[in-house]
């Protein structure tokens, strides 16, 4: 029987945004099989600018998860990293956006874009966009207002009752879907709740490959909660929203912050509205909740990535054989 220890488990994390980029800096450290699954519903900054133009597919979320799973931080790294000044016509441009936009007309698709990006970075995992297909976000706010777009989402004043998609048949990648199904444990977050993370579960195929998955699901709650998109939301109502665009018992165990965030970074974050994640009563008992202290050391209220990496390793080693 194969020690534990010495298994090389599979990982599909779901996700986008900082809060993705961020667990696949902790992941790669160990000896997992990685792929990220990224959303492709951005439509704000350089990734708007070169969906609007161009039609392509957003780029920004993708780049920032090839460049978290590379081998060593080098000279491409960086200047994959690298931003335009803000004027001119290349203003707020990201170098490793306009590579990805030039590499897909070059290779001839999205897909293979990737693909040879990830060759040039020499990335420890594999990173997929999670559809083919150029979506549109839309939400449903508590006061019934409509808004399009994810950029105007995140920015709402209201918190968010429901999202779809626009087209709603919008296919999930069949890349993904094998992903999802030879996984040993399928990660969603962190991030922002709905922007990041319950986007990628409306694509026609996602939910049922959940379902028919063996894999163990884990949701990274956030540290604190986004103003607008989560205002005033506890645990339980970030998990109750996943579960309202997908199925009952989706997740196995939650992994929460309850490490104390320093009391100037908690004011800061006070004036924007934002608060630490609030952990409460969960009502489905066969959810584990994991409390660990997961705050990092530097000036914002985010992930240490080397301490969610270990909480995450120490998870499958007691639960998957």
Same mark, same amino acid.
């Given at each position: ?30 000896? #997992? ?199 005033? #939301? ?9 579960? +309202? ?25 006070? +004036? ?10 969960? +009502?489905?008992?066969?959810? +584990? ?33």
């Amino acid at each position: 029987m194969q020690d534990k220890k010495k298994k090389r488990y599979k990982i599909t994390a779901i996700g986008g945004g900082t809060g993705l980029s961020t667990l696949l800096r902790g992941l790669k450290v160990y000896d #997992f099989d990685i792929t990220a699954v990224v959303t492709v519903s951005d439509d704000g900054g350089s990734s708007g600018k070169l969906r609007k133009e161009l039609g392509v597919l957003p780029p920004g979320d993708i780049r920032k998860c090839l460049v978290a799973l590379s081998e060593e931080e080098n000279l491409i790294t960086k200047l994959f990293q690298y931003r335009f000044p803000k004027k001119g016509g290349l203003s707020n441009h990201s170098f490793g956006n306009l590579f990805l936009t030039a590499l897909t007309e070059v290779s001839g698709g999205f897909d293979k874009a990737i693909l040879n990006a990830s060759d040039v970075l020499a990335i420890k995992g594999k990173v997929l966009p999670v559809s083919p297909d150029n979506v549109k976000l839309k939400a449903t706010l508590i006061d019934g207002k409509k808004v399009a777009g994810e950029t105007k989402i995140s920015k709402s004043k209201y918190a968010i009752d429901s999202v779809e998609i626009e087209p709603k048949n919008a296919k999930v990648s069949g890349e993904v879907i094998k992903s999802v199904l030879e996984a040993d444990c399928v990660i969603f977050g962190p991030g922002s709740l709905y922007t990041s993370v319950i986007v990628n579960l409306l694509f026609d195929g996602v939910v049922d490959a959940l379902k028919k998955s063996k894999a163990l699901k884990i949701y990274i709650s956030n540290i604190m909660t986004q103003d607008g998109e989560t205002t005033n #939301f506890t645990l339980s109502d970030h998990i109750n929203a996943i579960v +309202k665009h997908s199925y009952e018992n989706i997740l196995d165990a939650v992994i929460v912050n309850n490490g104390k965030i320093p009391d100037e970074i908690i004011k800061r974050y006070r +004036k924007e509205n934002s608060v630490p994640v609030k952990i409460d009563t969960i +009502k489905n008992k066969n959810i +584990k909740i994991i409390k660990k202290d997961l705050v990092s050391k530097n000036m914002y209220a985010h992930h240490d990535f080397k301490k969610l990496s270990e909480t995450i390793l120490r998870f499958l080693r007691s639960n998957v054989k």
